[in-house]
Nanobody, 118 residues
Framework: VQLQASGGGLVQAGGSLRLSCIAS????????MAWYRQSPGTQRARVAT???????TYADAVKGRFTISRDSNKNTAYLEMTDLKPEDTAVYYC?????????????WGQGTQVTVSS
């Protein structure tokens, strides 16, 4: 499974961005999908997760501002980010659980840069 993230960019504080993550490959099955972010000097941290049948969960820092969703028919996950703050500046990574013969394998996409100016 390959994951392709897009939608990052430069935005002013208070603005919005929508990230997309498309999963592709042959004969694959995706479980949960998630977004992580990493800023310089920090560890990669989970932002939001959405399961194949479960509701979304969010990091406290983004609750009420970010919304994760997925379109299973398109193997795509989205992260709608509103009321962006400078501290949201980071490289955002898409992640997914690849289910293969009953076992789960984590997959990562390349990052997309989000920069929020004050």
């Amino acid at each position: 499974v390959q994951l392709q993230a897009s939608g990052g960019g430069l935005v002013q504080a208070g603005g919005s961005l929508r990230l997309s993550c498309i999963a592709s490959g042959s004969n694959f099955s995706i479980g949960s999908m998630a977004w992580y972010r990493q800023s310089p000097g920090t560890q990669r941290a989970r932002v939001a997760t959405i399961g194949s049948g479960a509701g979304p969960t969010y990091a406290d820092a983004v609750k009420g501002r970010f919304t994760i969703s997925r379109d299973s028919n398109k193997n795509t996950a989205y992260l709608e980010m509103t009321d962006l703050k400078p501290e949201d500046t980071a490289v955002y990574y898409c992640a997914a659980t690849d289910i293969d013969r009953g076992r789960a394998y984590p997959r990562w996409g390349q990052g997309t840069q989000v920069t929020v100016s004050s």
